[in-house]
């Protein structure tokens, strides 16, 4: 907390002044996770780094195992590991509330999205595929939730339709482990959980087409491949 706090306040701040742009954004984040992964003691493997081509922007999808997720990730894709451009998130919109840390998440550029409203989802999904235009990998966890025991959840369609609207491949990553460091309700995190990190093949998602029977087809593939390695 302590962490995400010292990245989101100043944030604020440059961005009421007018002077926050997307690579301090990138700057932060980036150390942001890597701070929290190194105070947690995570022993973290990655598997698959080859596939990964810093050059190109992926629609990253991945399982949903704890808060934890999001700081492993972000440290992966990172200057450290892949080298990523810069990512960004899509996430449920109840986080944009949260004092500061709501409001830093809008103005570094996540996505929020409120799936309660078919209208201000298509909205967020839009914003999305811009944020893909202009080079920026974008993050969605199509459980839509935190699993609580590691076992993979129903795939929402939302980020399906997304990508095949925007054309570029799918990167599907499986996270094991760091349900260990903060599983689903817990109050305390855990130290020193070992995580693993797998980065799949892209997907080309041209030859899939259009139409519900393509995004079926789509999340069928990315499901199976995320849970090869659960």
């Not at 992926?58 to 810069?86: I, T």
């Not at 899509?90 to 409120?114: N, T, Y």
């Not at 499901?223 to 659960?230: D, E, G, N, P, V």
């Amino acid at each position: 907390m302590a962490e995400t706090l010292a990245i989101s306040v100043p944030t604020v701040v440059d961005a009421a002044r007018g002077r926050l742009t997307r690579s301090v954004c990138d700057e932060r984040l980036w150390g942001w996770s890597t701070r929290v992964v190194e105070n947690l003691d995570i022993t973290l493997e990655v598997t698959g780094a080859e596939h990964f081509d810093p050059s190109k922007t992926y629609l990253v999808m991945s399982n949903h195992q704890s808060h934890y997720d999001v700081p492993v990730l972000f440290h992966v894709l990172g200057p450290r590991v892949l080298k990523a451009k810069s990512l960004r998130m899509i996430a449920k919109i109840e986080l944009f509330s949260v004092p500061f840390f709501g409001r830093a998440m809008l103005e570094a550029g996540f996505i929020a999205i409120d799936r309660e409203s078919r209208k201000a989802a298509m909205a967020s999904l839009k914003k999305a595929k811009e944020t893909m235009r202009s080079g920026v990998n974008v993050w969605i966890a199509p459980e839509g939730t935190r699993s609580a025991d590691g076992t993979l959840l129903p795939f929402k369609k939302g980020g399906f339709h997304l990508a095949l609207d925007v054309g570029e491949p799918v990167l599907p990553v499986t996270i094991q482990g760091t349900r260990f460091a903060l599983p689903r309700g817990a109050g305390r995190s855990t130290r020193g959980a070992h995580v693993h990190v797998t980065v799949h093949r892209p997907i080309d998602v041209g030859p899939y087409g259009r139409g519900g029977a393509s995004i079926a087809a789509l999340t069928n593939d990315v499901r199976a491949i995320i849970a090869s390695t659960l």
